[in-house]
């Protein structure tokens, strides 16, 4: 109560303050004249008796302060007069100001796109209600390590139905159909679902209806769901749309809704999609028919809301167990859960959080480097400082104004730093690579703000606290006596010589970081991926399965293409193939060899498998090494023939030839074809670059045709040229047949590393804030101290050093900060860097080139940054720096 | 910076209370007098200190305080005891005396007490 009624008080009079003000000056003076009264008739003189009145009332100023101390509220008027006063203090030295204001705008603002990216994609929830609960089933065969297979049509019909721990789930499959009728031929991502999927995700369309299950039945009507995305950019955002027909590879779907734009389907990344039901969809639909064994359809279920995952799992191995004693084939194959949201960002979780740890690096180095500035500043105001403890302001005060300081930097650093985020963040957002775009979009939203302001806000502290602890260990009376230009107290120096140590060590862990990747990404590029890029452009020709519903069709396509285009001037080298090494998904298939001794029950050789026209080995410029490649002669009426890569024919044909020997494989549902081995070809890169060639074998696209394929020709026309010629060749085939993704193939490439090439940019950028930051950090420590010392310098000089040994001495001082700094700082990096190393390629965690290189650039900038106050010290007059004091 | 501790704070406080039970209304500066001839040098200096813990206690509500005139004739504040701060200082007067009579019996403890 007592202090309740206090505060309504010090409410009420921080409202009348000058009323107060006077009580007390009367107060005090009443005060005064009466003890002089009394003195006078003690037998004083008039002056006397005033003077120890007065000393007796003591410090009039003090009391009036914790006076008003009392009256007041006293800690938002400190506050507001601490603003007011650090604002000042700040606008007195603009330079100062604005320098500190960039850094820990470069800081915060690196901080909080790093962070903006990794609020998105790993720390909100998935954008699907109550996504905690989902899960994607897999199949996994440990023997073999397959992981995260799909699960085959019998066993997701036995799980959905029969299974205890799912309350519902989906099977869904994605590929490209071709929507015509609608201005331009495309290509929509087409997600085949069954009928569940959209109850699995819990969303509501935003027009018309989801799927049912009676649209899951194989004698239903086609019907289609829209994207947002699609049913706003091709059918004009049309309300009246649902019930209306739309053609997917020539053939009518009935639209019945339009899911929201915030709805994407998970593992699929175009935001232009459709959804049918799977047994509609013209590849898939026929899946449904497949064995057990056929691994193929990604699954996503919702776990009964009171099971958890452990139990979920057991009851899956238990369902295996059972399984295998049903399908004796499917024995070694365990169902098993992962978290969807772990499956979904597994990947780009650690580069991420390196990348988070690389920009936190950078804030302490920019904190660092503030601190300096702010002890510097701090050693420079000492008089000043002096001054107001002498005038009765106590410790506290002196640190919550210095504070003050400091968060107000960090404040100003911060407004700026998340300026600079949101700019930078909305340009960028756009050239992110595909896995880190496909949640959530990237943007500086509430809670990004709220942590770059709570950063910058104990960025700003954690700097103002260096002045602090050095202000509150001098003592006044010395400062006052000394002022500027003499001796400082030791600490100080001491503590801003640390700092830049810091500095120095944190910088040169960040380096080597980058130079690592840099490295390493160099590495990768360098990488000969074991076929032609140079002068190759790709095109995806896709055919409608409707129309083009045979192998003969597709074949006889193919080769009606390549005629054509190998009829044109300077397109000679052109072929067909599907699917191409790295940048399209590898279709590995198992594999038998004809004679040999089958292998244990569930076990099983697999190998990549290309379908290839016979001119694609000399247009992507793969060797021959033995027998012969496929030629026009190899067609469906001929016997069956496959050319391996070495690998394949070192791996499994150890000491023996291969030519003439049957290999039995084939795409489903032909997988049980015996063909013989007519080649052998070099090696290439199947997979990505940082993976080692794998085995491959080959089939004449003749006698194993696609529903389509990727068209690749070698020409020195320019890829305006070439797509112009395979479009032009294609329509005259087919008028509604799209052409998409043509690309050069080094453009393609370039693409397929984005990941390692964004997070190499990045710390490269980070590194280079990094470098430059230390390199100012040192440069302030050492001009400062020159600045401090010119006296001693002086009297050096008069003493008759040399310039250049006054240069030297200073160098000196730089080179120990330097050495001190490498001393931390490379231990340190050696300690930290093998958690880099699942993203490296090619080079050691601990490369002596990269811990050499940063040693080397450190040493470099550090004597440039010590150069320009070396020279100041150099051209101290001696007769100017000792008459200043 | 002058820092009492705060027992010499409280009791300044009780001080000011009872010297205005005693003696009624008075000003500043007879209230810093009353002190100092009864407690010595507690305010021999910085009498002025005096003026921030009335400001306090009036701000709790134990004192009151009005203009009045001194005997020089001169307009000066005068300070009085509230119901409340009667109330105050029988309960602080009560706590004193039972503290101060622990402390006494602590003091005559001898070593033989305990034996």
Redesign the interface.
């Known amino acids: 109560m ?1 202090f309740l ?2 505060l309504l ?2 409410i009420y009079n921080s409202m009348d303050r000058r009323r107060h003000d006077e ?2 000056e ?3 003076e ?2 005064i ?3 002089t ?2 003195n006078l008739r003690a037998g004083l003189l008039p002056a006397e008796a005033r003077r120890r009145a007065m ?6 100023e ?2 009036k302060e ?2 008003h ?3 007041r509220m006293l800690f938002i008027e400190t506050l507001l007069q601490d603003l007011r006063y650090a604002f000042r203090m700040l606008a007195k030295s603009p330079g100062f100001s604005i320098v500190a204001v960039l850094t820990l705008a470069l800081g915060i603002g690196a901080n909080a796109a790093i962070f903006s990216v990794v609020n998105a994609v790993l720390l909100e929830p998935l954008p699907y209600s109550n996504p905690g609960r989902l899960v994607n089933l897999a199949d996994a065969r440990p023997t073999t390590a397959i992981t995260g297979a799909g699960i085959s049509w019998p066993v997701f019909m036995e799980l959905r139905d029969h299974s205890r721990v799912f309350s519902t789930m989906a099977g869904l499959a994605g590929h490209a159909l071709t929507l015509t009728g609608q201005g331009e031929p495309a290509d929509v991502s087409t997600i085949a679902v069954t009928p569940d999927f959209f109850t699995v995700f819990g969303r509501q369309p935003l027009l018309g209806r989801a799927l049912l299950p009676e649209d899951g039945v194989r004698d239903a009507a086609p019907v289609v769901v829209l994207s947002e995305n699609l049913w706003r950019s091709r059918f004009g955002a049309n309300p009246q749309i649902a019930g209306s027909a739309i053609t997917l590879d020539q053939r009518a779907y009935t639209v019945i809704g339009v899911m929201p734009a915030g709805f994407h389907t998970p593992f699929f990344n175009k935001t232009d999609q459709v959804w049918i039901p799977l047994v509609q969809d013209p590849l898939f639909g026929k899946w449904q028919t497949r064995p057990p064994q056929a691994h193929w359809m990604p699954v996503i279920a919702r776990l009964q809301p009171s099971v958890s995952q452990q139990e979920a799992r057991s009851e899956l191995l238990t369902i295996s167990a059972a399984l295998a004693r049903r399908f004796p084939e499917e024995n070694g194959w365990l169902l098993g859960i992962e978290p969807l949201k772990n499956v979904l960002v597994g990947d780009v979780r650690s580069p991420l959080l390196l990348l988070l740890c690389a920009v936190g690096l950078v804030l302490l180095i920019a904190c660092a480097n503030i601190a300096n500035l702010l002890l510097a500043r701090a050693t420079t105001r000492a008089k000043e400082i002096g001054i107001r403890i002498a005038l ?1 302001a ?1 410790n506290r005060r002196i640190a919550r104004q210095l504070l003050t300081e400091g968060a107000i930097l960090g404040l100003l650093g911060g407004a700026a730093g998340i300026a600079l985020a949101w700019f930078s963040v909305s340009i960028l957002a756009p050239f992110l690579p595909p896995e880190l775009r496909q949640l959530h979009p990237i943007r500086v939203d509430g809670f990004v703000f709220s942590f770059a302001l709570a950063l910058s806000l104990a960025a700003g502290l954690v700097s103002g606290l260096a002045p602090v602890l050095y202000a509150a260990r001098s003592s006044p009376q010395a400062n006052l006596r000394e002022g500027r230009g003499a001796g400082e107290a030791r600490g100080s120096q001491r503590a801003r010589n640390s700092l830049a140590v810091t500095e120095v060590a944190l910088a040169v862990v960040l380096l080597v970081g980058a130079g690592l990747l840099m490295r390493s990404f160099s590495r990768l590029l360098s990488v000969d991926p074991g076929f032609e890029t140079q002068n190759m452009v790709k095109a995806d020709v896709s055919l409608p399965r409707f129309q083009y519903s045979t192998p003969q069709q597709w074949s006889a396509f193919a080769n009606e293409l390549m005629t054509r285009l190998q009829a044109r001037p300077g397109l000679q080298d052109s072929a067909i193939a599907a699917p191409l090494p790295i940048l399209d998904t590898a279709v590995v298939l198992p594999f038998a060899i004809a004679g040999n001794p089958p292998l244990p029950q569930g076990a099983s050789d697999t190998a990549d498998y290309v379908a290839a026209s016979p001119q694609y080995f000399h247009v992507m410029g793969i060797s021959v090494i033995r027998g012969r490649l496929f030629n026009l002669d190899d067609t469906l009426a001929s016997p069956p023939v496959a050319v391996i890569s070495e690998t394949l024919a070192r791996r499994y044909f150890p000491h023996q030839d291969p030519l003439g020997r049957q290999l039995v494989f084939g795409f489903p549902p032909q997988n049980n074809i015996s063909r013989q081995i007519v080649g052998v070809v070099a090696d290439m890169h199947d997979v990505s670059l940082a993976a080692d060639p794998g085995p491959m074998m080959y089939v004449p696209f003749a006698q194993a045709p696609f529903w389509g394929g990727e068209v690749v020709v070698k020409s020195s026309l320019g890829v305006a040229a070439v797509a112009d010629a395979i479009r032009t060749e294609t329509r005259s085939i087919d008028k509604n047949l799209p052409i998409t993704e043509i690309e050069t193939l080094p453009g393609a490439l370039h693409e397929s590393v984005a990941g390692a090439r964004f997070r190499t940019l990045l710390l490269e950028v980070f590194g280079g804030i990094a470098l430059s930051l230390a390199a100012i950090g040192i440069y302030g420590v050492i001009s400062f101290s020159v600045s401090r010392r010119s006296r001693e310098i002086g009297v050096r000089m008069a003493l008759g050093a040399t310039h250049s040994s006054v240069q030297r001495l200073v160098i000196w001082e730089s080179t120990k900060l330097l050495f001190v700094g490498l001393a931390i700082g490379i231990p340190a990096a050696l300690a930290l860097m093998h958690f880099l190393s699942a993203l490296l390629f090619g080079v050691a965690p601990t490369d002596p080139l990269t811990f050499a290189a940063v040693a080397l650039l450190l040493t470099f900038v550090t004597l440039a940054a010590a150069y320009l106050p070396a020279r100041r010290a150099m051209l101290v007059d001696p007769i100017v720096a000792l008459r200043c004091e | 910076m002058n820092r009492k501790p705060d027992v010499q704070q409280g009791t300044l406080a009780l001080m000011v209370l009872k010297t205005l039970d005693v003696l009624g209304p008075l000003h500043g500066w007879g209230i810093a007098r009353r002190i100092e001839q009864i407690s010595g040098d507690l305010l021999a200096v910085n009498q002025g200190t005096l003026y921030p813990l009335l400001l306090k206690l009036e701000h709790e509500g134990s004192i009151a305080s009005d203009w009045g005139a001194s005997q020089n004739n001169r307009r000066a504040r005068f300070y009085r005891l509230t119901r409340n701060g009667r109330k105050r200082l029988q309960d602080e007067t009560h706590e004193w005396n039972q503290t101060a009579a622990i402390i006494e019996r602590f003091f005559e403890i001898k070593a033989e007490d305990f034996a």
């Open positions: 007592k009624r206090r008080r010090r009580r007390l009367a107060e005090i009443e005060h004249a009466l003890e009264e009394q000393l007796k009332f003591g410090p009039a003090a009391i914790s006076y101390a009392e009256r009765g106590n």
